[in-house]
């Protein structure tokens, strides 16, 4: 069947579409101090409801899919169930020798993300937590492998994060043991999104493959120690002035499904312990940092 | 039957689709490839209306997807009110319920919806947005046009007897 081939569009059609079409650039004009409100705005009102949803529809996915981890954590601790004492003494002694201190038993929120369907989701993410759970602007936003954002607007119920793939993230990072400084963002161009840079480093210090890279902490709004990624190799130098490295990522927004974010009360702590007795963190960020020439 | 009947049909396929697209969306499918069922919402919509209503239907969509995630809003705004219009003009050489056209129809719309995005946008560049066209907008819009086929499957009926609005 050939649906209304008699109605083509009318003057009044072109007309409706124009003004849509320009709202849309006005839109796209706006400054960020009415941005910011006017999208806050309409997931406060219009866009609650589908949240909300969206919300407990992740929730629900993610208590399906710790079900079937418990079982199977309950079938492998009905295994391991006689070595028990010996497990408990073992990680008594390896608490001990790491002087693990629970960094992360307090000051921090958990909350899932809320992937949406446009192109940009990655770039910044919709969390189910918001002000009523204790959230607030520039928050870090971690996941156990390391660091994916800062929250950039907060709601009662939700918040939205700026993820280290946007292209206006910044964060100050260092090279673990804080002796080499510069500055993370993602990268742009062939591979944008997909990995950073680290941009700033002295000339004078050459870092090789595979050095853990954390945040600095300067700035107060990011902890010391967060893991952001491994070195892959340099990107380019300015002859006696400066190199830019090229980093992999230790955690990618696109493919986090729950993170913790970070209150202020931990903002001038240092995180390294904790990262480095999370579960899931991977290999090369745990690695330890080859030597850093000088 | 009353003249309201076949709009109210139209409106339950809508609701439905988006009721689907908050709640079982997150169940069931992996984030990045997932099915749009919002975007077939709108292209049912919008084929099945004047091109005027299609705009503004995509233009109201597109700026609440914006709201949700703000890196560049507008940009989703822009990219579905042009679809939803041009769904809206081009319904005279779709048959809208012909499985094969409604599939080819729907993976056209999202990636050229994406296109738009992008190019409004500015988000990404050269290398990625090659990537991105030739990649991942393919196969996000192939899981789209195949929730789209579903859809048309399950509400057939209901959607053939709805009037242009």
Not at chain 1, 49 to 55: H, Q
Not at chain 1, 131 to 157: K, Y
Not at chain 1, 280 to 289: L, V
Not at chain 2, 136 to 141: E, L, M
Request: aromatic share 6%.
């Amino acid at each position: 069947m050939t649906i209304g081939a008699e109605r083509y569009g009318t003057r009044a059609d072109t007309v409706v579409f124009l003004v849509c079409l320009v709202l849309s650039l006005v839109a796209l004009a706006l400054p960020e101090a009415l941005r910011t409100p006017l999208a806050a705005g309409l997931r406060r009102t219009v866009l609650l409801p589908a949240v909300a949803v969206e919300s407990q529809a992740a929730s629900s996915r993610e208590h399906r899919q710790n079900i079937l981890a418990l079982r199977a954590q309950r079938d492998s601790l009905a295994l391991a169930a006689t070595q028990v004492p010996e497990l408990q003494a073992e990680n008594a002694q390896l608490r001990a020798l790491l002087q693990l201190r629970g960094r992360l038993a307090t000051g921090f929120v958990t909350a899932e993300v809320l992937h949406q369907a446009g192109l940009t989701d990655g770039l910044t993410l919709l969390l189910s937590a918001g002000r009523d759970e204790g959230i607030v602007p520039l928050s870090p936003v971690v996941s156990p492998n390391g660091l994916l954002g800062m929250v950039m607007a907060v709601d009662v119920h939700t918040s939205v994060v700026m993820a280290w793939t946007h292209p206006d993230f910044r964060v100050s990072a260092m090279v673990r043991g804080g002796k080499i400084f510069g500055v993370v963002a993602s990268r742009r161009g062939e591979t944008a999104g997909e990995v950073m840079e680290l941009r700033g480093v002295a000339y004078r210090d050459s870092l090789p493959p595979g050095t853990p890279v954390v945040t600095s902490g300067l700035g107060g709004v990011f902890p010391r120690g967060i893991p952001l990624g491994t070195v892959q190799g340099m990107l380019s130098e300015s002859a006696g002035w400066e190199r830019t490295y090229l980093l992999r990522p230790a955690a990618h927004p696109a493919q986090a499904s729950h993170v913790l974010v970070l209150s202020a009360s931990v903002a001038g702590e240092e995180m390294e312990p904790a990262f480095d007795t999370m579960p899931g963190r991977s290999d090369t960020a745990t690695a330890e940092a080859p030597s850093v020439r000088r | 039957m009353k003249p309201a009947a076949p709009r109210l049909k139209l409106a339950a396929v809508v609701l439905v689709l988006v009721a689907a697209h908050f709640a079982l969306r997150p169940r069931l499918f992996p984030s990045r490839f997932a099915p749009d069922f919002v975007l077939v919402a709108l292209l049912f919509f919008a084929i099945r209306s004047r091109p005027g209503a299609g705009a503004v239907a995509g233009f109201l969509v597109g700026l609440l997807t914006d709201a949700v995630a703000p890196t560049t809003f507008g940009a989703t705004a822009i990219a579905l009110t042009i679809v939803g219009y041009a769904a809206g003009w081009l319904k005279a050489v779709v048959f809208a319920d012909n499985l094969l056209v409604t599939a080819v129809f729907v993976f056209a719309a999202s990636w050229v919806r994406d296109l738009l995005e992008l190019v409004a946008s500015n988000a990404l560049r050269s290398g990625s947005l090659g990537t991105q066209l030739l990649l991942q907008s393919p196969a996000s819009a192939l899981s789209t046009a195949a929730a789209a086929v579903v859809a048309l499957l399950l509400f057939r009926g209901w959607l053939r007897s709805a009037p242009a609005l």
